[in-house]
């Protein structure tokens, strides 16, 4: 059993948030981003993918050109440009794909407390869904007991 926080808007909304390890936050982080709407999270990962795009097209690649590590025979750049390239790209990928699985689930948190959820409790429970079901029967249970008192 997962262990999920409880959000509760002021219009009667719920969530559910497991705490720990996301999955989908480490294996595709840019599209888990923007699936969770984290958008000025989204805006500084995309921005770094694309400025790194942007120095190997302009910084980069004449480099390697003047060096001499351009191979006509394979059109395209040698095994030592495409070395450095490989790991950057890696390293980026694991990185973010580690931040993201580690720190995901605590940026949507924050992301409903930024729009007035209020943590309500924590539940243990197989799924999200499950885990909401649960929050509501004791919610239905404890408004019974007020309305018989």
């Given at each position: 059993?997962?262990?999920?926080?409880?959000?509760?808007?002021?219009?009667?909304?719920?969530?559910?948030?497991?705490?720990?390890?996301?999955?989908?936050?480490?294996?595709?982080?840019?599209?888990?981003?923007?699936?969770?709407?984290?958008?000025?999270?989204?805006?500084?990962?995309?921005?770094?993918?694309?400025?790194?795009?942007?120095?190997?097209?302009?910084?980069?690649?004449?480099?390697?050109?003047?060096?001499?590590?351009?191979?006509?025979?394979?059109?395209?750049?040698?095994?030592?440009?495409?070395?450095?390239?490989?790991?950057?790209?890696?390293?980026?990928?694991?990185?973010?794909?580690?931040?993201?699985?580690?720190?995901?689930?605590?940026?949507?948190?924050?992301?409903?407390?930024?729009?007035?959820?209020?943590?309500?409790?924590?539940?243990?429970?197989?799924?999200?869904?499950?885990?909401?079901?649960?929050?509501?029967?004791?919610?239905?249970?404890?408004?019974?007991?007020t309305k018989a008192s």
């Open positions: 059993m997962k262990a999920y926080n409880i959000y509760k808007n002021p219009f009667g909304m719920l969530e559910a948030v497991k705490i720990g390890w996301s999955w989908p936050a480490f294996l595709i982080p840019g599209f888990w981003l923007i699936a969770k709407q984290l958008w000025v999270i989204v805006g500084i990962f995309w921005t770094i993918i694309l400025t790194w795009f942007f120095i190997e097209l302009l910084v980069l690649d004449p480099y390697y050109i003047d060096m001499g590590m351009y191979d006509e025979y394979y059109y395209g750049y040698d095994m030592y440009r495409n070395s450095f390239d490989r790991a950057v790209n890696m390293g980026f990928a694991i990185g973010s794909g580690v931040f993201f699985g580690i720190q995901g689930n605590q940026f949507v948190e924050n992301n409903l407390m930024n729009q007035g959820y209020v943590s309500q409790c924590t539940i243990n429970a197989t799924s999200p869904q499950f885990a909401l079901s649960l929050y509501l029967q004791g919610e239905s249970t404890n408004s019974t007991k």
